[in-house]
Structures are given as structure tokens and as C-alpha cells.
Nanobody
Framework: QAQLVESGGGLVQAGGSLRLSCAGSRRTVRFYSMAWFRQVPGKEREIVAGITGSGDMTYYVEAVKGRFTISRVYANNTLYLQMFSLRYEDTAVYYC??????????????????WGQGTQVIVSS
């Protein structure tokens, strides 16, 4: 079973920056389209940024465009999310997982059998 370990979250003031990391085991992060999700209590987990397996295409939700950058390093099987100009509404637990791309957009899989523990991002206003 693939394992995903998210890290890099923390407490930051509005306008600050953080870089999240997702370390994957086996083939997951290295070969598949991946995305960063976030979830706040009472709401569904949502994709905020995705990247294809080849790294040739990225996707961002409107709320984070121009502020977040997703990237991947194949050599160490790691996915990253660089976050700039953080806002209070970016406060959430962030997760990484596999997605699929269609027509330039990232979509969640129909079901997931595994989620990492996530990394908490808290942005103070």
C-alpha cells in the first residue's frame, strides 16, 4: 500500500509563506498525477492544486492561482506546494493524493483507500 506523509504546515501570519512536502512510497508520487487537497471542519476535502505524472501540466483552483505553486521532484519521490501570500481562508489541513486529469483540470478519484495524516496550516489574520 502506498504511503503518503505530508509535512511543512504550521502557524503563519497572513501574507506569509509556507512550503508543504508530500513524501510518497513506492510508485505513487513518482508516476501518477497528484494533487494537494485541503479540508476544514464541516466541509468536504477539496483539490487546490494538481500536477500531471509527467509534470507538464498543472491545475489550480481560482482561490490560489498566482499564490500557490505545485511541483514534484522525481528523484526523491516528493510533491511540494509552495504557498505565498497566505490568507486566513487558507487555514486547513492539507493532504496529498492521486488524482486524474481531464481537459486540463484535476479531479479526485472515485474512491481512495488511503489518506496520509495531513499537515495543518493555520493562518492568523
Amino acid at each position: 500500500q502506498a504511503q503518503l506523509v505530508e509535512s511543512g504546515g504550521g502557524l503563519v501570519q497572513a501574507g506569509g509563506s509556507l512550503r508543504l512536502s508530500c513524501a510518497g512510497s513506492r510508485r505513487t508520487v513518482r508516476f501518477y498525477s497528484m494533487a494537494w487537497f485541503r479540508q476544514v471542519p464541516g466541509k468536504e476535502r477539496e483539490i487546490v492544486a494538481g500536477i500531471t505524472g509527467s509534470g507538464d501540466m498543472t491545475y489550480y483552483v481560482e482561490a490560489v492561482k498566482g499564490r500557490f505553486t505545485i511541483s514534484r521532484v522525481y528523484a526523491n519521490n516528493t510533491l511540494y506546494l509552495q504557498m505565498f501570500s497566505l490568507r486566513y481562508e487558507d487555514t486547513a489541513v492539507y493532504y496529498c493524493n492521486e488524482v486524474r486529469f481531464r481537459d486540463g483540470r484535476a479531479y479526485p478519484l472515485r474512491e481512495y483507500d488511503y489518506w496520509g495524516q495531513g499537515t495543518q496550516v493555520i493562518v492568523s489574520s
